[in-house]
């Protein structure tokens, strides 16, 4: 099994659908990211959490909101979902000492 | 201008061949350079990690990172056709919690 799982792996919406992106991990970190990737443009920053009690708006964290469920999980939330939010997701997670990123296989999201 | 540039490619070169792909950069207090590798249709996974100046090598991986120039550059020796990916670089400052500032990625294609 995958040390970090993203479900669903695939979504095709419809504009202003409220739309729930999830992700475990099973590598014992605190630190969790959701990132967004698009051609071109490289990954981008939505948000982070470096606990269950920590969260922190990303340099595009707009029309975007989170959750720590517990330290394993993290869900993106797009509430009213817009085509310009077509694009990759990543969930990553880091452990705070080295830097290094993990990710998931990525969430493809399609909004029509 | 983007704090990180990186050409997206594609890059097509031969089997066996020698490949250099780099990364430009404008923030002066980046310290940590980071190359991910990313395969179709999964997350990126952390190839080289590079403190401050320097050459790091492994195996058929050499990073090299000129600060005077900000400059980072990460060559491929003796590339093979499962070398094929997008190379994504990725940076950050001293005490920023290793908030990374990523490059958009160049895809590399070796041909067998």
């Known amino acids: 099994d995958a040390d970090v799982t993203q479900t669903p792996r695939n979504r095709i919406t419809k504009t202003g659908k409220r739309i729930m992106l999830e992700c475990s991990q099973t590598?014992?970190?605190?630190?969790m990211y959701w990132y967004r990737q698009d051609p071109g443009l490289g990954l981008r920053l939505i948000y982070y959490s470096f606990d269950v009690k920590d969260i922190n708006k990303g340099e595009i964290s707009d029309g975007y909101s989170v959750s720590r469920q517990a330290q394993a999980k993290f869900s993106l939330s797009l509430e009213s979902a817009i085509p310009n939010q077509t694009a990759l997701y990543f969930c990553?997670?880091?452990?705070?000492?080295?830097?290094?990123?993990?990710f998931g296989e990525g969430s493809r999201l399609t909004v029509l | 201008q983007k704090e990180v540039e990186q050409d997206p490619g594609p890059l097509s070169v031969p089997e066996g061949a020698i490949v250099s792909l780099n990364c430009t950069y404008s923030n002066s207090a980046f310290q940590y350079f980071m190359w991910y590798r990313q395969y179709s249709r999964k997350g990126p996974e952390l190839l080289m990690y590079t403190y401050s100046s320097g050459n790091k090598e492994d195996g058929r991986f050499t990073a090299q990172v000129d600060k005077s120039s900000k400059y980072i550059s990460l060559f491929i020796r003796d590339s093979q056709p499962s070398d094929s990916a997008t190379y994504l670089c990725a940076m950050s400052a001293l005490n920023s919690n290793y908030q990374l500032i990523w490059g958009a990625g160049t895809k590399l294609i070796i041909k067998p």
């Open positions: 990553a997670t880091s452990d705070g000492n080295t830097g290094e990123l993990f």
């Open positions: 590598k014992g970190h605190d630190r």
